[in-house]
């Protein structure tokens, strides 16, 4: 693994630390069912990122009778991808979770099982987009359930330049040394295609998953805007993505929403675009080791995606996280068990997630943690960062 996979690759653990300051809390399980139900205990084990973890899943337990072992994977892709077939991993946990675009990897190397869509009862409830995503699936089976999602896209003060709906912002001359983009090239260079497939006569097909000729094309570009001193920096972890917005030193920088909540909080004006190009989705997703099957747990972890699928994980992920399940599962859930969650706060959750997506039908482009070329893409941002 090389420097610059790891560091390009550590935001989404950043993203995790975020959320815990932003003080998201866990939603307390009552474990209480109708009626007395005795199930025999089956023990799982998931080694999945932050995003994935409720920390307390005494309800499945309660609902299932499965005990479930949560391992935090750190969400550092390569690392997993390497634990994965290298390593022990895929033999020694029976679920997974991790930014979505590794199937293809995992699935190729006989490390990851397919899904079985007819053992899940709720996979009909996933939202229509989210089934599509491009990666989740390889060779024509699913191997990815996206059991979270997200869109992200540019923080901006709009004190300072008023209101912003283009990425066209953060490379404008006359912002120069105001703007930012992140020190991760699984973010900034999707988001840059983003903006050149809209705004230049260069035919870019897939903005997650560049040619050859389309990723020199755009790290060109940035190179230059580098180079030119457009940009601040190039933030590093979320402390330091906070800390530009909250003394002013950038104006506009691409960057994860929670940060937007966390500025909001210390009493900065501070808004998250809606760009007319796009949206850089992406989604976290639930797969199957290999080592399932050989403990005779196969059907056991269809029952527990079939779970987290339900209602009651969506609700408790959505005000821990501040992500969805992509379904319509969590309102309904809400709505039919008023004592244990609030719904209005819920609606305003899961709608802006789901308003991200809808509005931007055909123009959000799917992130993807392992694109074709992606050792050009380290070896392309090693030369940014020597820029």
């Known amino acids: 693994m090389t420097q610059s996979t790891v560091r390009s690759e550590n935001s989404n653990l950043s993203r995790r630390r975020l959320l815990k300051v932003l003080g998201l809390t866990s939603v307390a399980a009552d474990g209480a069912l109708v009626g007395c139900r005795s199930k025999k205990e089956t023990a799982l084990t998931l080694f999945g990122t932050g995003t994935l973890d409720l920390e307390d899943w005494s309800r499945i337990k309660s609902d299932l009778g499965i005990v479930l072992k ?23 946990y029976d679920l997974g979770g991790l930014q979505g675009g590794a199937e293809a990897e995992l699935a190729g190397a006989g490390k990851i099982l397919p899904w079985d869509l007819t053992k899940l009862q709720r996979w009909g409830t996933m939202w229509d987009w989210a089934k599509e995503i491009p990666y989740t699936s390889y060779e024509g089976k699913r191997y990815g359930l996206p059991v979270v999602i997200n869109a992200d896209s540019m923080i901006y003060l ?59 094309f755009v790290m060109a570009f940035l190179i230059q805007k580098k180079k030119e001193g457009q940009f601040r920096k190039f933030w590093n972890g979320w402390e330091d993505g906070l800390r530009l917005v909250l003394q002013s030193e950038v104006y506009v920088m691409t960057g994860w929403e929670p940060i937007v909540y966390a500025a909001r909080k210390q009493g900065v004006n501070v808004q998250y675009a809606v760009p007319k190009e796009g949206y850089e989705g992406w989604s976290n997703d639930l797969i199957i080791h290999s080592g399932a099957e050989r403990r005779g747990v196969y059907d056991a972890v269809h029952k527990f995606a079939d779970w987290e699928l339900g209602g009651y994980y969506g609700c408790a992920l959505a005000l821990k996280r501040g992500y969805v399940v992509p379904n319509d599962s969590t309102l309904e859930y809400a709505k039919a068990h008023p004592t244990e969650f609030k719904l209005a706060d819920l609606e305003q959750i899961v709608n802006n997630v789901r308003r991200k997506f809808l509005q931007m039908k055909g123009r959000t482009y799917w992130q993807n943690v392992r694109p074709r070329l992606y050792k050009e893409y380290e070896i392309w941002w090693s030369r940014l960062r020597s820029a």
């Open 158 to 216: 709009p004190d300072k330049v008023g209101q912003i709906d283009s990425y066209a912002a953060v490379f404008d001359p006359k912002l120069k040394g105001k703007t930012s983009m992140e020190d991760a090239w699984i973010n900034s260079v999707i988001f840059t295609a983003i903006y050149l497939k809209d705004n230049f006569e260069k035919n870019i097909k897939n903005p997650g998953d560049l040619d050859k000729d389309e990723l020199e």
């Open 70 to 92: 949560f391992r935090d994977n750190g969400n550092d892709t390569g690392p997993v991808i390497t634990q994965m077939v290298a390593g022990n991993a895929a033999n020694d």
